[in-house]
């Protein structure tokens, strides 16, 4: 029944459909990721933004629910506890990890070793391509209209350009939300569809509600928009009155803001001031224009805290795709997961149709121009 649904994706992951639910900090915990796997779908942990001592919790607990480690833990390299989420990946024997800016070869070798399946996250064409240099196993593209950080590209011309250029099943990300994006992908040539403003949109997300709230107001695709200012980076989100105040507030306004947030997020990690120290150094050393950057940086667990735990969604930022645009309720994962699968299902059963149809020869398949056939 499922056919078209049994891809290289559902083969390497093990999940019953193509569909993804990414990291997203504060949003992919451990319930969020039983929900999808319970569901058919594979999950991932947001492990940048657990707190170290409740990593090994949070792992534990997916997968004495679902009764194996067939998920995924996200992290990036350049965060505090980038080694812990790599031991603990291998020492759960996880499914997969995915990153965005990401490991060197030893630790990719480390990986390959334990078969934790490597899932890099890319924006641009020549990031897939250093991507699979440095051994991915499969690559997720996110396109420019998907939430958080993101790049300049949409998915309508990324996952084209990468699929004709590297050899490992492609997964796309960036303003999926529909059976019918799932099906255009499939018949490209993707293996599945990864989300994650749908699945932050979930009765199963543990967003509070006045901040989903202002996810479901949004109506127009244009008030989820990219900036720059919080991190130097693109950084799509909603429209808010504290983005609005950071990109107002000039460079030496941005800087005071970003050292009280880095001050907050030292208290609250316990980071102690050698180790900041040691980041800034670094970042001085390897790029000194980077330094205001690694400042502002450390704005964005503090400003998505904000808004994504406190519930303060104008005091803090809201990372977002614009596909919130076109989602306006809350489902269950079973909902998003099952509605996804059986219109993609629909979509490609009526394109097999309609080729079969033009396949076989008959007066009223030609139009009136053709003639009849001879
Ligand atoms: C609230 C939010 C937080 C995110 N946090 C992370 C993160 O911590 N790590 C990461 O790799 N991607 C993060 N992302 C990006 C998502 O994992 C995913 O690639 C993106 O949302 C896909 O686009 P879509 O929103 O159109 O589905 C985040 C996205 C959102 C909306």
Redesign the pocket.
């Given at each position: 029944m499922n056919h078209w649904l049994n891809t290289p994706l559902t083969e390497a992951l093990g999940c019953r459909y193509p569909i993804v639910q990414?990291?997203?900090?504060?949003?992919?915990d451990a319930n969020l990721v039983i929900a999808t796997t319970e569901a058919g779908g594979f999950g991932?942990l947001?492990?940048?933004?657990i707190p170290s001592d409740e990593l090994e919790v949070q792992i534990r607990k997916v997968i004495d629910a679902t009764g194996g480690s067939n998920f995924g833990l996200?992290?990036?390299m350049f965060q505090d506890n980038a080694n812990q989420c790599v031991d603990l990946a291998i020492k759960y024997r996880l499914r997969a990890v995915?990153?965005?800016r990401g490991p060197d070869k030893q630790t990719i070798a480390r990986f390959k070793a334990a078969k934790v399946l490597c899932i890099p996250?890319v924006g641009a064409l020549k990031h897939a391509l250093k991507a699979v240099e440095l051994g991915a196993d499969l690559i997720?593209l996110?396109?420019g209209?998907?939430?958080?950080?993101?790049g300049g590209v949409p998915?309508s011309i990324l996952l084209p350009q990468v699929l004709a250029a590297v050899n490992l099943p492609v997964i796309a990300?960036?303003?999926?939300?529909t059976g019918r994006g799932l099906a255009s992908v499939l018949a490209a040539g993707g293996c599945g569809?990864?989300?994650?403003?749908?699945?932050?949109m979930t009765r199963e997300s543990p967003?509070p509600a006045a901040t989903l709230e202002r996810y479901l107001k949004v109506s127009d695709p244009q008030q989820v928009r990219v900036t720059t200012a919080v991190d130097g980076m693109r950084h799509?989100?909603i429209e808010n009155r504290f983005i609005n105040h950071l990109e107002q507030a000039g460079p030496f306004g941005r800087l005071r803001i970003a050292l009280g947030s880095a001050w907050q997020w030292k208290q609250q990690t316990g980071m102690s001031l050698g180790h900041m120290a040691s980041v800034f150094m670094r970042a001085l050393r390897e790029d000194p224009s980077a330094l205001s950057q690694v400042v502002m940086a450390a704005n964005q667990p503090v400003l998505?805290q904000r808004s994504?735990v406190e519930g303060l969604p104008d005091d803090g930022i809201?990372?977002?795709?614009?596909?919130?645009a076109a989602i306006s309720e809350l489902l269950s994962c079973r909902e998003v997961i099952e509605g996804i699968a059986n219109e993609a299902q629909q979509c490609l059963d009526a394109l097999l149709v309609r080729s079969q149809a033009s396949a076989e020869p008959s007066p009223s398949n030609y139009p009136a121009s053709v003639g009849e056939p001879q």
């Open positions: 990414t990291a997203m900090g504060w949003v992919a991932f947001a492990g940048a933004t996200n992290f990036h995915s990153y965005g996250t997720t996110q396109g209209e998907g939430g958080g950080h993101t998915s990300a960036g303003g999926y939300a569809i990864a989300m994650g403003t749908r699945f932050l967003t799509r989100m998505l994504m809201l990372p977002s795709g614009q596909v919130a």
